[in-house]
């Protein structure tokens, strides 16, 4: 299964303690595969960085991209700009579709919104992370 995971549940389960880490778990165990672009990577490392410390940052990125569970894609070759509350957020849906992945996993609600539309085009899943969780049975 390949998901794309949304900036804030990466931040979540940075911490040994924090609230997501079973996302962090359920990963090590290979249940799904992380999906990202050099666009999100680069988001992932400045928000941690900001959150905890450029050494965190770096640690995180380095063990994404040492895993075998993971799909990294260079740049997506079409720009759908679906979000137009949040652009910034365009980046994981252009992502999701580019790499055909099963599901994009997030809790922001402009990327959720998404996710009611009906007829959307091109079709994705967008799902949070409560309804993630549930499908990892975790």
């Not at 249940?31 to 988001?43: C, D, G, Q, Y």
């Not at 992932?44 to 895993?67: F, N, P």
């Not at 997030?106 to 992370?129: A, E, Q, R, V």
Request: with cysteine; net charge negative.
């Amino acid at each position: 299964m390949r998901c794309v995971i949304d900036t804030n549940g990466l931040v979540r389960c940075v911490p040994n303690n924090g609230n997501y880490r079973w996302l962090y778990k359920a990963w090590q165990k290979k249940k799904f595969v992380w999906v990202f672009s050099n666009e999100i990577l680069t988001e992932y490392h400045e928000v941690i960085g900001r959150e905890y410390s450029e050494t965190a940052a770096k640690l995180v990125t380095d063990i994404l991209l040492a895993s075998h569970n993971h799909l990294r894609i260079e740049q997506p070759s079409f720009k759908w700009q679906l979000v137009e509350a949040d652009p910034d957020d365009n980046k994981f849906v252009d992502c999701t579709i580019a790499s055909s992945a099963d599901y994009l996993v997030s809790d922001d609600t402009d990327i959720l919104n998404l996710g009611k539309i009906k007829g959307l085009f091109p079709p994705i899943s967008i799902i949070d992370f409560e309804e993630f969780r549930k499908i990892l049975k975790v």
